[in-house]
């Protein structure tokens, strides 16, 4: 499904500032830099000191880090594909080769990649502008400000020839190693850090749709939540089932106890970004580690759909009022009535799961995501 717009106009009125542009600023947008360029600079903004009068100055060299630093959870934790010819995925892709010395981690957040990137820039000044600054400030930095401009600029010179006071920043050396936030743009920035945020958000989900067009909860795959949401009532859908049915064996041939039991997402947490019950199973806590994030053999779907047709079973039959929520679930994305889940067939219900599980599990493979052996 690909994505519709926020509704406009969102920045109809600003004071003096001319905040309309910004509506048409990712209009025609061929590559990332220009989201990731403005959330970097949305934070460095955030995280300066509050001024009513004085302007501010960023490096691009950290902004440029900075992007690189918020394209590390999409690309390398979620997999999704930024296009192969765009700027960032062969900026990251250069970074992997350890002859440039950086140290790689897939496993960095935000935080930790930005630590990196800013070491590396300190340690390695020329790689760093080489693989890094060089091919992405060339793209973007000038580039952005068309939408102010009467005439689209091609150069730096050209955009800084064209420049009027209502630009959000400029380029106050005359070249590109640094940019000037006036101090009325600045305060609008960091008022409405939410708003400009979640709208280049939906802008960039909008822009990926078209190049992770079967990835599931792509709106969830730019930043970690705070927090995990708890899987304390799927758990307890679970325990009473494993107690009253005496189950000791999860679908992997290992067994486990009801005391101590790990629920895991058969296909990753980090692919579906939800806690589904359909997608959840009782596991070895052992084996649930080494498991982590691969997806397992295609052989295991059919023990999964067996084991939840069992588990349906016994709630519809025990309680099934108290069980709507979770038979939702199930009903939304297999596309049958739970009362039909019941009373099918072992093969018809190996064959839904199958049929919906499969494809997910490719995709996940063709993202980058690993099969477990």
């Known amino acids: 499904m690909v994505m519709s717009k926020l509704p406009l106009p969102l920045f109809a009125s600003a004071g003096s500032l001319n905040t309309q542009p910004l509506q048409k600023v990712f209009k025609r947008t061929t590559a990332t830099y220009k989201f990731l360029w403005f959330l970097a600079i949305l934070d460095l903004v955030k995280e300066s000191e509050p001024t009513a009068s004085r302007n501010l100055v960023f490096s691009t060299?950290?902004?440029?880090?900075?992007?690189?630093?918020?394209?590390?959870?999409?690309?390398?934790?979620f997999k999704l594909s930024f296009g192969c010819w765009?700027?960032?995925?062969?900026?990251?892709?250069?970074?992997?080769?350890?002859?440039?010395?950086?140290?790689?981690?897939?496993?960095?957040?935000?935080?930790?990649?930005?630590?990196?990137?800013?070491?590396?820039?300190k340690l390695n000044p020329k790689n760093f502008q080489k693989i890094i600054f060089n091919p992405l400030i060339q793209e973007v930095s000038f580039r952005f400000l068309n939408a102010w401009h009467s005439k689209n600029a091609s150069t730096l010179t050209e955009s800084i020839r064209g420049a009027t006071h209502g630009?959000?920043?400029?380029?106050?050396?005359?070249?590109?190693?640094?940019?000037?936030?006036?101090?009325?743009?600045a305060a609008f920035f960091r008022e409405n850090y939410s708003l400009l945020k979640d709208f280049t958000y939906w802008n960039f989900a909008d822009f990926l749709q078209a190049r992770n067009t079967a990835v599931p909860g792509l709106v969830k795959k730019f930043e970690l939540p705070a927090s995990r949401l708890s899987l304390d009532s799927q758990r307890k859908f679970w325990l009473s089932y494993l107690n009253s049915e005496q189950v000791t064996t999860d679908i992997y041939g290992h067994d486990f106890t009801a005391d101590s039991f790990a629920l895991d997402h058969y296909l990753p947490w980090t692919f579906v970004v939800h806690n589904q019950i359909w997608n959840l199973t009782p596991i070895e806590k052992s084996l649930n580690s080494s498991k982590s994030d691969l997806i397992p053999d295609e052989t295991f779907v059919a023990p999964l759909a067996r084991q939840h047709q069992s588990l349906v079973k016994y709630h519809y039959r025990t309680d099934p009022n108290k069980s709507k929520d979770f038979f939702e679930e199930y009903e939304n994305f297999f596309g049958i009535s739970i009362a039909d889940f019941v009373s099918a067939s072992d093969t018809f219900i190996i064959d839904k799961y199958k049929e919906h599980v499969d494809p997910?599990?490719?995709?996940?493979?063709?993202?980058g995501f690993q099969l477990w052996q």
């Open 360 to 367: 997910l599990a490719k995709t996940a493979i063709n993202m």
């Open 167 to 185: 630009d959000p920043y400029s380029f106050p050396n005359g070249n590109w190693n640094s940019i000037e936030v006036p101090s009325q743009w």
């Open 61 to 77: 060299q950290d902004i440029c880090a900075r992007m690189v630093a918020k394209s590390w959870l999409p690309t390398q934790h």
């Open 86 to 121: 765009d700027s960032i995925t062969k900026v990251i892709e250069a970074l992997k080769n350890p002859v440039n010395g950086f140290p790689f981690s897939v496993k960095y957040k935000e935080a930790e990649a930005l630590k990196a990137l800013q070491i590396f820039a």
